[in-house]
């Protein structure tokens, strides 16, 4: 009995759909475009002004291999080449929590913002997950603003330089984002 009304309403909920995504393509009037950006993160410790600080950690952090529990905040440079005086491409504003107890493994939540060129005053959200004990690191880019309105996408990352002594680290970002 219900089958017909059923039915009905699928076909309705499927126009909706087929409705609201030809909307959405119009109102923008514009292709989806790819863009590749490609810089280097520099996150400094060692200086009287380090781009990255620990806010928070649990009862046991230090006490833990992994560090689990400790949340950073970090406002780290984002470069055109390795160099850290080169080309200020943007900065990475956010935060990060060391969120695993068997490895060294990020939960990373962090605004690209962009202060160059034709994306100077975008940004990017990335929203993910960096084992520290893998060479190459996947996120997926959540959103973004101005340019990057709708933007999706992943950022692939990987340490071009660690120091140990002080945690100093320039880190290789490629990001492929789709957007209009
Ligand atoms: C930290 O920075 C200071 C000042 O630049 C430098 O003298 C010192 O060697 C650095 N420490 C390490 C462990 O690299
Ligand atoms: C963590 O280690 C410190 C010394 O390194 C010790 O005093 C403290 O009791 C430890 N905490 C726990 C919860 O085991
Ligand atoms: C704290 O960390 C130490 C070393 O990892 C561990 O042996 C101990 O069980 C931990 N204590 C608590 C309360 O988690
Ligand atoms: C980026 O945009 C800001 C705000 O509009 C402006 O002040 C700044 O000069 C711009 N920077 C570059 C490099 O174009």
Request: overall charge negative; proline content about 4%.
């Amino acid at each position: 009995m219900a089958t017909f009304p059923l039915s009905l309403s699928f076909i309705s909920i499927l126009l909706i759909i087929t409705f609201s995504t030809n909307a959405t393509a119009s109102k923008l009037g514009k292709e989806e475009t790819e863009t590749h950006l490609h810089f280097y993160l520099h996150e400094i410790f060692n200086d009287t002004e380090p781009s990255a600080v620990l806010v928070a950690q649990g009862p046991n952090t230090s006490n833990h291999s992994t560090a689990f529990g400790a949340v950073l905040v970090i406002d780290d440079m984002l470069t055109k080449t390795p160099n850290r005086n080169s080309k200020l491409i943007g900065k990475a504003q956010g935060m990060y929590a060391l969120s695993s107890q068997e490895d060294r493994s990020l939960l990373f939540v962090v605004n690209l913002v962009f202060l160059q060129g034709e994306f100077n005053g975008s940004s990017l959200a990335v929203l993910g997950m960096i084992p520290l004990s893998s060479p190459v690191r996947e996120m997926p880019v959540i959103g973004g603003t101005g340019r990057f309105r709708f933007a999706r996408g992943y950022v692939l990352t990987q340490a071009y330089e660690f120091d140990v002594a002080t945690g100093d680290s320039i880190i290789e970002y490629d990001v492929h984002v789709l957007h209009y």
